[in-house]
């Protein structure tokens, strides 16, 4: 870096975080305060945005993207991840780290640790003793995943990685990871009125820890718990963090429902249909790699319409056939049939009720005319006596194509006053329901279900994303359909009879 100039001009310390971006030097930084006249990094951001940058003499575009990236301007929805890819390249970056002998303890934070459902960066924080923290900013910035470097600070480096994501890594030491940790995971609106309730309180809150602004004591920073508990206010969990809900209305949550609450995963597809396991195939490694399900539900695509990728109706004796055989060999009826099937543009599903009284489990799932408003057709599926689970229910596909217009007050009264389920499809891609529409629908009493719709075995992973949103809507274990016994599930399809009845 050319920082080292005798006679550079000193960096005022407003624009200090300017002078730490990669190849910006002193002289820069002089420019542009000079050029744009601003003095603090608020008027710098506010220059990016209106494209006054660039009019700075004598930096270079490859400088003005740096800053660009630094102050994260550079973020568009285009170039936010969805949240399974973020999720796995942050923990194997994680787990990179981790290698390093001087990090102590190390932990995704920001959006991915709230587990939004698009990432726009990785952040990660380490705990080690602050004599350590210079030698490891350098090992991280020579480390193989390390493509660029767009800023460092003494306890803080920004870079591009080789999967072209980027990574905020942020150190702490042990006095203060539980307040950094808090911080850096966000929101910032959360950690703004957590800030300002704390400063009614008398303390003043930060990365650094808790202090009391009466007596200057550091009274909690080593765990995010100790801050909650000096406050006054139960812990709260880190998908709820965000900006939706009046601190108040936050702590009256109850707990939080968890992938080890699951006892089934009820839509999957085989090779009978767009899969690529057998049915026998994906009940054994269903019951070895998550030996807490207590029933899976075959859910191929059942249709006459559809040339390729579906079950002909024709088809469905010869599967329930095969399911009792695999069921016999395993001693009990862990194998549950079931259907997705096509809701028709007039709303009704498009196998007929013979066809569909001899399934377990039918899920009616829209799958054509995106674009217009869908409320009509979930409602009359809802209505619908065989149906017991409305698939995707808004039809969104993550940067691809919105969710249908709908409106969802009506469609979730619909599904309560029937006793349909709707379900948290967790394709990554999906993720739908999303966050707030299981909000909203949870609150009006309907019930979801947590589902894979995998077509291959890695797919059964995905359910943990649909956990995710399913806490972000502040759902608790009742308000989850999957997480009760086959018993329950039976109890839920006979309600939905009696409601239609009276
Ligand atoms: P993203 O990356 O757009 O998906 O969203 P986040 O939430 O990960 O945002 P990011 O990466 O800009 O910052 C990570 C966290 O750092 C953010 O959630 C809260 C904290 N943070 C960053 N800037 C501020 C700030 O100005 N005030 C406060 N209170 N917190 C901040
Ligand atoms: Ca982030
Ligand atoms: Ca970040
Ligand atoms: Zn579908």
Redesign the pocket.
């Known amino acids: 870096m050319k920082s080292h100039l005798k006679n550079s001009p000193p960096i005022p310390a407003p624009l200090a975080p300017l002078g730490r971006i990669r190849d910006i030097t002193p002289r820069d930084v002089q420019a542009i305060q000079q050029q744009l006249g601003v003095n603090s990094i608020k008027d710098v951001i506010t220059a990016i945005i209106n494209g006054r940058l660039e009019t700075v003499e004598g930096l270079k575009p490859a400088q003005i993207k740096n800053i660009r990236r630094a102050f994260?301007l550079n973020?568009t929805a285009d170039s936010?991840v969805p949240l399974w890819d973020a999720r796995l390249a942050g923990e194997e970056l994680l787990r990179a780290l981790c290698q390093f002998p001087e990090v102590e303890k190390a932990t995704l934070?920001?959006?991915?640790?709230?587990s939004?459902d698009?990432?726009?960066?990785?952040?990660i924080l380490l705990q080690l003793s602050e004599a350590d923290h210079r030698k490891l900013l350098y090992k991280i910035a020579r480390m193989a995943q390390t493509e660029r470097i767009i800023a460092t600070g003494p306890h803080h480096i920004c870079l591009i990685l080789r999967n072209q994501l980027q990574a905020?890594i942020r150190l702490a030491t042990r006095k203060y990871f539980g307040a950094s940790l808090l911080?850096?995971?966000?929101?910032?609106?959360?950690?703004?009125s957590l800030?300002s309730m704390a400063a009614q309180k008398g303390f003043r809150l930060g990365p650094l820890g808790l202090v009391d602004m009466q007596t200057g004591e550091y009274v909690a920073g080593e765990q995010e718990t100790d801050i909650y508990h000096q406050l006054g206010i139960g812990y709260l969990e880190p998908e709820l963090?965000e900006d939706h809900q009046s601190m108040a209305a936050l702590q009256s949550i109850p707990p939080l429902v968890s992938f080890s609450q699951l006892k089934g995963d009820m839509q999957i597809h085989t090779n009978w249909s767009d899969g690529t396991e057998s049915i026998a195939g994906i009940a054994r490694y269903l019951s070895h790699t998550f030996p807490h399900y207590q029933y899976i539900v075959i859910t191929d695509h059942v249709s006459a319409k559809r040339p390729n990728h579906v079950l002909p109706p024709a088809d469905v004796f010869r599967q329930a056939a095969e399911i009792d055989r695999i069921n016999d060999q395993m001693g009990f009826g862990y194998i549950k049939k079931g259907v997705e099937t096509d809701i028709l543009e007039n709303g009704e599903p498009e196998l007929a009720p013979e066809v569909l009284q001899q399934f377990d489990w039918v899920i009616a799932s829209i799958h054509t005319d995106f674009t217009r408003d869908n409320t009509d057709r979930l409602i009359k599926a809802c209505e619908n006596p065989y149906v017991h689970c409305i698939g995707h229910p808004s039809g969104r596909m993550i940067g691809m194509r919105p969710p249908y217009p709908a409106d969802w007050n009506a469609v979730f009264d619909a599904a309560a006053r029937t006793g349909t389920a709707l379900e948290i499809n967790s394709r990554p891609n999906r993720l739908d329901l999303n966050d707030e529409l299981v909000r909203k629908a949870v609150r009006k009493g309907v019930k979801l279900v947590i589902n894979s719709d995998a077509r291959t075995l890695s797919h059964f992973d995905f359910v943990k994303l649909g956990v995710s949103m399913a806490r972000r809507g502040a759902c608790s274990k009742k308000d989850i359909l999957n997480t009760g016994s086959w018993e329950d599930i039976e109890a839920f399809k006979a309600a939905k009879q009696q409601l239609l009845r009276s």
């Open positions: 994260k973020k936010r934070t920001g959006s991915l640790r709230r939004k698009t990432i726009g960066d990785i952040d905020d911080y850096y995971t966000g929101s910032t609106q959360y950690g703004d800030k963090r």
